[in-house]
């Protein structure tokens, strides 16, 4: 039987899609004239072009490593490198944004035409967010972060226009490709989750003012990297372990080993997701613009939270395009109780 959309957490029989629900949600912005509506538009597109490579990645030869390595001497997946090529085009056609920075790029990329110059919005992204999870068919994502221009409309970007704290962004979310394909994102009006109908190639409003649960049972964490980990997380691990019924403990340990499909997990669950710094990455190893950010801009605006152990992600002052940090995310009382073990176990 073939699931209807209709059956989702829409009003009577009607269904909202996407572009009616930012058209209807465009007066809510009056200083954007229709520009912020056009870049969510694009995301729109670009989402269903991956969904359609990643559903059919073994048959079109873009599965496995790509040969070649990032900024961050990581090596690149072919999807990688596909992602990132799809949604640099598709914003350079579309010419609503003045430049984009993505986390498989050295630097950022100035849209140098007329329009582009004149363009109010820059854009930040990790293309494809988990893409080693390709191979064996598990969920991946892709995450963006949207931040009105401060240098001179008319000029081109500069550095300082992507270097600014998340809380100015003006919309960030995520694209998870699972057992459906859902976008999700703010403008900081809450959360919002849409779920693609490829039958009828539509995002449908599905998830309308998504709330996280203040506290949940689900902790993520690659538990594997158990002795690098600072003293504080070691003891939060431990606490999340331990046996009490007055917080329904022990939790449960999830850990997918893609961002956007933990955060999502425990969007819809509670629970809380950490990547601490550790041996390897002394500041972690997320990067604070393309996954910090959107990431915690999201988890804020559905009621979470989201610090890098001692402080609030969204109040960070970045100093370089791939600055790395640690994400502690997730339900609130759980992120609290993490910073509360982070002080007191502090290291000096």
Known sequence: MAYNLRNLNLKGNSMKTLSEFIVERQAEYPNAKGELSGILSSIRLLAKIIHRDINKAGLVNILGLSGVENVQGESQMKLDLFAHN?????????EEVAGFASEEEE????????????????????????????????????????YRRISPIGTPVTMEDFLQPGNKQVAAGYIVYGSSTMLVYTTGNGVNGFTYDPSIGTFCLSHENMKMPKTGRIYSINEGQYLKFPQGVKKYIKYCQEEDKATQR?????YIGSLVADFHRNLLKGGIYIYPSATNYPKGKLRLLYEGNPMAFLAEQAGGLATDGYRRILDIEPKELHERV?????????VRKAEEMMREFKED
Do not use: Q
């Open 326 to 334: 640690p994400l502690f995310v997730g339900s609130e009382e759980m």
């Open 250 to 254: 022990p939790y449960a340990s999830r």
């Open 86 to 94: 799809t949604m640099k085009a598709t914003l350079m056609a579309h």
């Open 107 to 146: 630097s950022f990329i100035a849209f140098d035409t007329e329009r582009g110059r004149n363009a109010k919005y820059v854009i930040l992204t990790d293309p494809l967010d988990g893409s080693s999870n390709i191979d064996v068919n598990v969920s991946v994502g892709t995450i963006f972060s949207i």
